[in-house]
């Protein structure tokens, strides 16, 4: 069903199958093929382009260039009572962590907390996705990713850290769930390259060129350049954090500390993911979700009329009541991808 000559709408399960299909047709198993479609599928109905139908050429020049195996089966680690670790096996970050999910919760139910450590793996989406779940389930989750060194730290000068999201979800009583997620530098990667290949210059202070001088040219931040963290110090600082939690703690690469020079066509970071889970109900927070509410309340009533969240909410119940919109001839090169015409 088309809305105009430039945009198509369909459901989420004929987008989803369709993404699916091309991720097998260019070396992943069907495992991960599924696990990969949902998620972008995901991002492009809730509206977050810049994680949605928009990477699926980076995913598929990742996987042509080798650099990331498209078949690898995690592989779950029991070393603690309240830790899950997972090897990627060189593999996608998002399968890892749908394969340790039983184990983190059985541990998240008995414990209180756990928390799940992914190595050896590729994270290339949205972080919410990863975390969101988990408060539909009443639970609060916190989930921090490196990616590659394309921002310089706070004083520095030379790109060192990644853009280093981290990720947050809440359980709501009689809503859904408060979910945030956001990269450490002024803005996110996939934001600059839109931003460049729809010709929009950015706000003062998101980026230098390769000379290190400041620039509004997403163009030259993407050729040579490099981002800044968000809020000078402060962000540099939750930068780091990311790094020592994501890599570090992990046994994951930091993001400087790959090199995928032999591999031309990779776009996807080699690093880690760290997942914290809590269990509200274990403690004095047993009544947090009412709590959550109380807050949201109070933050209504102090002129905060959005929640982290409500856009993407809003987005979703558009796009289940009309479907999801897909440029025409974007959806016409993804049926191509497909091997359908």
């Known amino acids: 069903?088309?809305?105009?000559?430039?945009?198509?709408?369909?459901?989420?399960?004929?987008?989803?199958?369709?993404l699916a299909r091309i991720f097998v047709r260019h070396g992943t198993s069907d495992d991960v093929a599924k696990v990969?479609?949902?998620?972008?599928?995901?991002?492009?109905?809730?509206?977050?382009?810049?994680?949605?139908?928009?990477r699926i050429p980076g995913y598929l020049s990742t996987l042509a260039s080798?650099?990331?195996?498209?078949?690898?089966v995690p592989r779950v680690e029991d070393?603690?009572?309240?830790?899950?670790?997972?090897?990627?096996?060189?593999?996608?970050?998002q399968p890892a962590l749908e394969a340790a999910r039983p184990l983190l919760l059985e541990k998240v139910r008995h414990n209180g907390i756990a928390l799940l450590a992914i190595r050896n793996s590729h994270h290339f989406a949205a972080l919410w996705p990863d975390v969101e779940p988990f408060a539909q389930d009443g639970l609060v989750a916190l989930a921090f990713v490196n990616s590659m060194a394309c921002?310089?730290?706070?004083?520095?000068?030379?790109?060192?850290?990644?853009?280093?999201?981290?990720?947050?979800?809440?359980?709501?009583?009689g809503a859904d769930p408060l979910v945030f997620?956001?990269?450490?530098?002024a803005i996110a990667h996939g934001d600059v390259q839109i931003a460049a290949r729809e010709g929009h210059t950015l706000p003062e202070g998101y980026g230098v060129d390769r000379n290190g001088e400041p620039t509004r040219d997403p163009a030259a931040i993407l050729d040579g350049g490099a981002l800044l963290p968000f809020g000078g110090y402060k962000g540099s600082a939750l930068s780091m954090m990311v790094e020592l939690l994501a890599a570090a703690l992990t046994g994951g690469n930091f993001s400087f500390d790959f090199d995928w020079s032999q591999h031309p066509g990779a776009k996807t970071p080699w690093t880690g993911e760290l997942l914290i889970v809590i269990d509200p109900s274990k403690g004095a927070g047993s009544n947090f979700a009412q709590r959550t509410e109380i807050l949201v309340r109070e933050m209504q009533d102090a002129g905060q009329?959005?929640?982290?969240?409500?856009?993407?909410?809003?987005?979703?119940?558009?796009s289940a009541r009309v479907g999801i919109a897909i440029d025409t001839c974007e959806l016409e090169k993804l049926r191509a991808l497909a091997g359908e015409g």
């Open 1 to 18: 069903m088309s809305t105009s000559t430039s945009k198509t709408l369909l459901p989420f399960s004929e987008i989803e199958a369709l």
């Open 181 to 185: 997620d956001l990269a450490t530098s």
């Open 305 to 318: 009329t959005r929640q982290p969240g409500d856009r993407r909410y809003r987005q979703r119940a558009e």
């Open 36 to 54: 990969l479609a949902a998620n972008c599928a995901s991002a492009q109905r809730d509206g977050s382009d810049s994680h949605g139908v928009f």
């Open 151 to 173: 921002v310089v730290p706070h004083g520095g000068h030379k790109p060192l850290f990644g853009t280093n999201p981290i990720a947050f979800a809440a359980p709501r009583a």
């Open 66 to 72: 080798g650099w990331v195996d498209g078949k690898a």
């Open 79 to 93: 070393v603690a009572p309240g830790y899950v670790a997972v090897d990627a096996g060189n593999g996608f970050a």
